[in-house]
């Protein structure tokens, strides 16, 4: 069974809409593409006015105990990682550890350092975010396939 969206006009199934108690099919009329593509162009034309809605919602009193508690939470289950995090992050500050391009793509923005081993916080690789994301998937597929195997 599909559903055609509104905006686009192509046939989808219902998976492709958003769900929306309010329409007769349970579906909003515009697919999760065309929402995600309108979503991401309203935030655009006005960036200023979100972010500065943003900017208050991470300050209410609820949201900043939740970040202090996963904070804690983060130290307490993996006190090898805050620590290297930590060395990495003052090494830089220090400029005793210079930033480098991605080692795969060489982008120079929202680098990351990757290790490879935490017992040895300042043995890196410096990332880009879309990199590192790529780098941990295809570690996650590998380790998926040893375990099959």
């Known amino acids: 069974m599909g559903k055609a969206c509104f905006k686009c ?4 199934p219902l998976d492709a809409f958003y769900r929306h108690a309010m329409m007769a099919d349970g579906r909003l009329n515009k697919c999760k593409d065309c929402t995600k593509i309108d979503a991401r ?7 200023h006015r979100i972010r ?8 209410l009193p609820h949201r900043v105990e939740e970040r202090k508690r996963r904070g ?10 805050y620590v290297a995090h930590t060395a990495v992050s003052n090494a830089v500050r220090g400029g005793k550890l210079p930033k480098s391009p991605c080692a ?3 982008a120079t923005e929202a680098l990351e350092a990757h290790h490879h081993d935490y017992a040895k916080p300042l043995d890196i690789t410096w990332l880009c975010k879309p990199c590192h994301r790529r780098f941990h998937a295809l570690e996650r597929m590998a380790a998926e396939a040893s375990k099959a195997a």
Do not use: M, T, W
């Open 9 to 12: 006009g192509s046939v989808k």
């Open 41 to 47: 162009r309203h935030r655009q034309a006005n960036i």
């Open 52 to 59: 500065d809605y943003d900017r208050e919602r991470g300050r």
């Open 72 to 81: 804690v939470e983060f130290v307490a289950k993996e006190p090898l990682k």
């Open 104 to 106: 795969f793509c060489g």
